[in-house]
């Protein structure tokens, strides 16, 4: 029952950073939006990744993109697009062994029923597979893995066609400068190149 309890803490842990990661996303683009410092990633021919739970969506111009829209603006681009196309393939491979993961170790905790004979007494017990539970405990975490991993291709190949597309100063003037609160609620600066 104790490895339960990990797993769902560890699963629980995993959605926590996924909806603080979107909450961090929408307020600092609303941010941006309304202090007229969004030419930094949303220009007209940008990308932006925006993540939800477990998987990633591509906009363009705040319309989610296709599949074939999205290799057609990466035609020119094959780094991006081999990013973008071992991403896709392989988010639904990390989901099934993640399932596959949770089942077994579902499978070994759940046990099998055994009965035995001592000194003319029946004794029911539970024959639980250590082995099974390791090996699926390591499918699921391999398969959030996974998961992970596409998306950070996915986000790769979204930076790699921003960067080309969309070339930045390398070395950039202070225009205006704030000391305060940030978007977030700490103390910092903002500032605008």
Request: glycine content about 8%; charged content about 20%.
């Amino acid at each position: 029952m104790k490895y339960f309890y990990i797993v769902l803490f560890f699963l629980y842990s995993t959605v926590c950073i996924a909806q603080n990661e979107i909450v961090s996303n929408e307020s600092s683009s609303a941010y941006f939006k309304n202090n007229d410092i969004s030419d930094y990633s949303l220009k007209d021919d940008s990308l932006k990744r925006v993540r939800i739970f477990l998987s990633s969506v591509i906009k363009h111009d705040e319309k989610k993109q296709s599949m074939k829209q999205i290799l057609a603006l990466y035609a020119k681009l094959p780094k991006a697009k081999l990013d973008y196309k071992l991403g896709k393939y392989m988010a639904p491979v990390g989901a099934v062994t993640t399932i596959g993961g949770g089942s077994l170790v579902y499978s070994a905790l759940k046990g099998k029923q055994g009965s035995a004979l001592v000194k003319g007494k029946t004794y029911d017990y539970k024959i639980r597979s250590l082995p099974k539970l390791l090996v699926g405990l390591g499918l699921f975490a391999g398969g959030l893995c996974l998961i992970e991993f596409s998306n950070e291709l996915i986000n790769t190949s979204v930076e790699i066609y921003n960067y080309k597309n969309n070339p930045k100063k390398r070395i950039g003037f202070v225009q205006k400068g704030e000391v305060g609160l940030t978007p977030m609620g700490n103390i910092g600066f903002i500032m605008k190149f």
